[in-house]
């Protein structure tokens, strides 16, 4: 088994949405494009992409929207140092399809007093839904580390949402763990690093907004 050395996950530069989100009543989400802003953060992700990589191969995985094919397009990367493989899993979570203003306001109201991990929207997902499906991508990922010639490095470019559910399955994080992080933001990047021990590690944390709420005790107890 070939595993990377590194896992790096992007979310994509700041779209229309972001900044307009009446946009959702006109435009579907999927097909929401960056602002100018937005290729600006692109490109100086895609500078420190290109410096972290160097000359090494890489294995992308791109949401099919696109806002995370333009962000793609700004990271200027080799095409031939790269793979990339549209990726269906890592969209981001369905909220529905043309979005009312107002209803979606009144939902996410809804969804932070319920939890963000368990509301699901009307027509849409829940953020358990997302952790399925991006657990099915995990498994689909690992099977690919079994070639002996996969590359060194594994890009993912992606949505807030599915960057903190990929740690939190890959990471073993429980719901309460989950619901106290905040997105990355447009343009940020998290890395898994293979340590010497064969284990990977976050390079930095995701922003938690509030100390974790667990029911109970998960993890070993009274052991080692």
Not at 92 to 97: H, I, L, S
Request: hydrophobic share 35%; charged share 30%.
């Amino acid at each position: 088994m070939a595993r990377p050395q590194r896992i790096v996950l992007v979310r994509h530069g700041e779209s229309t949405g972001n900044v307009d989100d009446s946009v959702y009543e006109r435009e579907p989400d999927h097909a929401l494009a960056l602002t100018e802003r937005g290729r600006r953060q692109a490109e100086e992700t895609g500078k420190r992409l290109r410096e972290l990589f160097g000359r090494e191969r890489v294995s992308v995985y791109v949401s099919p929207y696109r806002r995370t094919h333009e962000t793609l397009r700004a990271f200027h990367l080799d095409p031939e140092l790269i793979r990339v493989r549209e990726e269906p899993r890592l969209r981001e979570q369905d909220w529905g399809n043309w979005q009312d203003r107002e209803d979606v306001r009144l939902q996410k109201a809804y969804r932070d007093a319920y939890g963000h991990f368990f509301y699901r929207f009307a027509q849409g997902e829940s953020g358990a839904d997302v952790y399925d499906r991006v657990g099915g991508f995990l498994e689909s990922l690992f099977r690919s580390f079994e070639a002996p010639d996969h590359p060194p490095n594994v890009l993912i470019v992606t949505h807030g949402l599915a960057m903190r559910l990929f740690c939190m399955r890959w990471f073993h994080w429980t719901v309460a763990e989950f619901e106290s992080l905040s997105n990355p933001g447009n343009g940020e990047i998290r890395m898994l690093v293979l340590g010497e021990d064969g284990r990977y590690t976050l390079d930095r944390p995701f922003e938690r907004w509030r100390d974790p709420e667990p029911y109970g005790i998960t993890g070993w107890s009274g052991g080692r």
